[in-house]
Nanobody, 116 residues
Framework: QVQLVESGGGLVQPGGSLRLSCTAS????????MGWYRQAPGKQRELVAA???????NYADSVKGRFIISRHNGKNTVYLQMNSLKPEDTAVYYC??????????WGQGTQVTVSS
């Protein structure tokens, strides 16, 4: 059974930080690179950051230098440290394998709101 549980979102002021966590079922986590995605109101879901099992990472240009993705393979958990947050980072954040296929299951996500 596929499970993806995201947590750690909330309301934060511009310039603030949040750390998101995602616990995935072993069937997803053990064989895949993992990614954090986000979907803002009225926009398509986009890849924010990805990490493979070896720890190599890549980031969307919009978050480079501000966000850090990491994973704990023993805990089937992937993290997203978000620093210097901007209002345009406001979105629902999801984790999933990377790349994700159109029919893949998505979790509930976690809301991040950056506002003063």
């Amino acid at each position: 059974q596929v499970q993806l549980v995201e947590s750690g979102g909330g309301l934060v002021q511009p310039g603030g930080s949040l750390r998101l966590s995602c616990t995935a079922s072993g069937s997803i986590f053990s064989i895949n690179a993992m990614g954090w995605y986000r979907q803002a109101p009225g926009k398509q879901r986009e890849l924010v950051a990805a990490i493979n099992r070896g720890g190599s990472t890549n980031y969307a240009d919009s978050v480079k230098g501000r966000f850090i993705i990491s994973r704990h393979n023993g805990k089937n958990t992937v993290y997203l440290q978000m620093n210097s947050l901007k209002p345009e980072d406001t979105a629902v954040y999801y984790c999933n394998k990377h790349p994700v296929l159109p029919w893949d299951y998505w979790g509930q996500g976690t809301q991040v709101t950056v506002s003063s």
